[in-house]
């Protein structure tokens, strides 16, 4: 995401404004001479950035001037409000990296799939293999000095971290922006929000052809009604591998209508291979900078 490094500047400039690099380099100077009790210095890559607003509304009081929520710029950080208390940390993190899990035989739309349905054993065994394909264990962590990440979590992870003073959880250490910074890092969330969003779509797209074509699958009396399907979707199979389904009073679906109405689903504005080949030419040119 091209969004990632530019925010990111932002935030080394805010972050150093805080703690200037005099400073930790001061710091880190002292923790050398006297040990740990002087360990005050520490890499971190989530915040609590806050602005103060010029004008008050005539229902606020100076309790209400100031406005701040967390960012966190892993690749597992929420996307919500919510420091770790979400899922959208996992839902960007499985739909950015959809493509490595893929090649682990994970399953990276399993939270798009079970979106709006209770916890289940189907859902958790996969989104447990998912966890472990990309090295994310829990964000109970604070500072990449004990960071339980490992792998490509790590990796994206570790692009990210800025020197902070005071070792302390990020909302005790709230860090001061202009307004305008402030929305530039709520530009970052809102584009791993629409990240989560069309891939959501995506599926929900993919899951109505699926249901489409099973439908219309029960429904066929005989193969040669499969068979015709398969060539309206322009999919080459072996008759050998379509078994013979029989039908209980279930509308028989015309080949062609449900080829068309298939078809009709899918989503027509990008396609999944240029969309990953957007992100793959990013990326090349990401290795070349």
Same mark, same amino acid.
């Given at each position: 995401?091209?969004?990632?490094?530019?925010?990111?500047?932002?935030?080394?400039?805010?972050?150093?404004?805080?703690?200037?690099?005099?400073?930790?380099?001061?710091?880190?100077?002292l923790?050398?001479?006297?040990?740990?009790?002087?360990?005050?210095?520490?890499?971190?890559?989530?915040?609590?950035?806050?602005?103060?607003?010029?004008?008050?509304?005539?229902?606020?009081?100076?309790?209400d001037?100031?406005?701040?929520?967390?960012?966190?710029?892993?690749?597992?950080?929420?996307?919500?409000n919510?420091?770790?208390?979400?899922?959208?940390?996992?839902?960007?993190?499985?739909?950015?990296?959809?493509?490595?899990?893929?090649?682990?035989?994970?399953?990276?739309?399993?939270l798009?799939?079970?979106?709006?349905k /209770?916890?289940?054993?189907?859902?958790?065994?996969?989104?447990?293999?998912?966890?472990?394909?990309?090295?994310?264990?829990?964000?109970?962590?604070?500072?990449?000095?004990?960071?339980?990440?490992?792998?490509?979590?790590?990796?994206?992870?570790s692009?990210?971290?800025?020197?902070?003073?005071?070792?302390?959880?990020?909302?005790?250490?709230?860090?001061?922006?202009?307004?305008?910074?402030? /929305?530039?890092?709520?530009?970052?969330?809102?584009?791993?929000?629409?990240?989560i969003?069309?891939?959501?779509k995506w599926?929900?797209?993919?899951?109505k052809?699926?249901?489409?074509?099973?439908?219309?699958?029960?429904?066929?009396?005989?193969?040669?009604?499969?068979?015709?399907?398969?060539?309206?979707?322009?999919?080459?199979?072996?008759?050998? /591998?379509l078994?013979?389904?029989n039908?209980?009073?279930?509308?028989?679906?015309?080949?062609?209508?449900l080829?068309?109405?298939?078809?009709?689903m899918?989503n027509?504005?990008?396609?999944?291979?240029?969309?990953?080949?957007?992100?793959?030419?990013y990326?090349?040119?990401?290795?070349?900078?």
């Amino acid at each position: 995401m091209l969004i990632y490094p530019l925010v990111f500047d932002v935030a080394k400039e805010v972050v150093s404004r805080a703690y200037p690099s005099d400073d930790v380099q001061t710091c880190k100077t002292l923790k050398a001479k006297y040990g740990q009790p002087l360990d005050v210095v520490a890499k971190d890559k989530c915040f609590y950035f806050s602005y103060a607003k010029e004008n008050l509304e005539e229902d606020e009081d100076e309790d209400d001037r100031n406005i701040s929520e967390h960012f966190d710029f892993g690749l597992f950080g929420s996307v919500g409000n919510s420091e770790y208390g979400d899922n959208t940390g996992k839902q960007f993190a499985y739909a950015y990296k959809r493509e490595e899990l893929k090649a682990k035989d994970c399953n990276a739309d399993i939270l798009a799939q079970q979106n709006g349905k /209770e916890d289940n054993p189907h859902k958790t065994k996969h989104i447990e293999a998912n966890d472990k394909a990309l090295g994310y264990t829990q964000y109970s962590r604070y500072s990449s000095s004990d960071d339980t990440t490992t792998g490509i979590a790590r990796e994206f992870d570790s692009q990210f971290y800025l020197d902070i003073i005071g070792t302390s959880h990020c909302r005790s250490r709230t860090i001061a922006c202009t307004k305008q910074e402030f /929305e530039q890092f709520k530009m970052l969330k809102l584009a791993k929000a629409n990240v989560i969003t069309c891939h959501q779509k995506w599926i929900d797209s993919i899951e109505k052809q699926k249901q489409a074509m099973k439908t219309g699958l029960k429904a066929y009396r005989y193969l040669s009604e499969g068979v015709e399907l398969m060539k309206e979707l322009g999919v080459e199979i072996d008759e050998a /591998e379509l078994v013979r389904c029989n039908s209980t009073g279930l509308t028989i679906y015309n080949p062609v209508n449900l080829a068309s109405m298939i078809k009709g689903m899918k989503n027509t504005t990008m396609t999944r291979e240029q969309k990953i080949a957007i992100r793959k030419e990013y990326e090349a040119q990401q290795k070349v900078n």
